[in-house]
């Protein structure tokens, strides 16, 4: 079984730690859909989750391998989203 850890910075931004995997996937949707909300952006919601979705599987397929940290924030007004992994291959 894998944690994930779920970490706030004064920005707003919200990060999320979790391993490379394909389960992955869906815990990194449902958490940006969470943050969306927390932001007030709940039109972006099923846009978000499917881009989150898609980026972490592509990242997982790729074989990359270590820990993955999704990121959602504000900037200028607009949401931003990153998707990366640390480590491994």
Do not use: K
């Not at 394909?22 to 859909?33: D, K, N, T």
């Not at 952006?41 to 993955?68: F, K, P, S, T, Y």
């Not at 940290?69 to 949401?79: A, E």
């Amino acid at each position: 079984m894998s944690t994930a850890t779920v970490t706030a910075t004064a920005t707003p931004a919200y990060r999320i730690l979790a391993p490379a995997e394909p389960a992955s996937a869906g815990v990194a949707s449902e958490f940006v859909a969470a943050v969306l909300i927390v932001l007030g952006r709940v039109a972006l919601i099923n846009d978000a989750r499917l881009c989150v979705a898609g980026m972490v599987d592509d990242l997982v397929q790729a074989g990359r391998e270590g820990e993955l940290t999704v990121g959602v924030g504000m900037r200028g007004g607009g949401v931003v989203v990153t998707v990366a992994v640390d480590g491994g291959a």
